[in-house]
């Protein structure tokens, strides 16, 4: 059983809003990691962090933020939300090296 | 380039066997994972590999060939609650995990 938690689980806000989608762990997990997937689509690596004070950005430009202050809390910020922001967004977790990552249950974000 | 390749659609019958197949060029590897994902949900872990051959657990099974770049999921008396997509990724050498476009299996009575 994976204890990794997101909220909140769903979202409706309006365009320009500054929202913060939040995650954490308690499996003491280095690595963590934010996806973005739309209904029916690909996951795509938003971003991911290897450690306190290690942040990168992923394959998919994103205009989202992340900050990474302690081990076990990871979020995503979003400074101006827009329509084009709305996808459900996915954080997981693990130990690095062949570990499994294990994912929170997601946020689904609508902007209107 | 980096590159998970996986068929889009695939339709069963309930108690029938399904194999779900995935090739794969990647930068490095430390693993291929198969996670099951209902729609609106999120991926759920069902197996691994790492070192060539088959890994059984229950009903679902993974085969590896790392020589190939090929991997199998094999889903035995299957069960209405088995549509899903299963999502092949692959773990490259800086720990981010590839995704392929995922299979979506839908088992008919």
């Known amino acids: 059983e994976a204890d990794i938690y997101q909220t909140p689980r769903y979202l409706v806000i309006g365009t320009g809003k500054k929202i913060t989608l939040e995650c954490s762990q308690t499996?003491?997990?280095?690595?963590m990691y934010w996806y973005q997937q739309d209904p029916g689509m690909e996951l795509h690596l938003i971003h991911y962090s290897y450690g306190v004070n290690s942040t990168e950005k992923g394959d998919l430009s994103s205009e989202s933020t992340v900050s990474r202050i302690r081990t076990e809390h990871f979020p995503l910020t979003l400074e101006s939300a827009r329509p084009s922001h709305t996808s459900q967004y996915l954080c997981?977790?693990?130990?690095?090296?062949?570990?499994?990552?294990?994912f929170g249950p997601g946020t689904r974000l609508t902007v209107l | 380039g980096q590159n998970i390749d996986q068929p889009t659609e695939m339709t069963a019958t309930e108690g029938a066997i399904v194999q779900i197949n995935c090739t794969y060029q990647t930068s490095g590897f430390n693993g291929l994972f198969w996670y099951q994902q209902h729609a609106g949900e999120a991926p759920t872990f069902l197996s691994y590999n790492v070192l060539d051959g088959l890994e059984e657990k229950g009903r679902f099974s993974s085969f590896l060939s790392r020589s190939k770049g090929y991997s199998y999921l094999l889903l035995k008396e299957l069960q209405m609650k088995d549509s899903a997509s299963y999502l092949c990724?692959?773990?490259?050498?800086?720990?981010?995990?590839?995704f392929g476009t995922g299979t979506r299996l839908q088992v008919f009575p």
């Open positions: 997981a977790s693990d130990r690095g090296g062949t570990d499994t990552q294990y």
């Open positions: 990724a692959v773990k490259d050498n800086t720990d981010k995990l590839i």
């Open positions: 499996m003491g997990h280095d690595k």
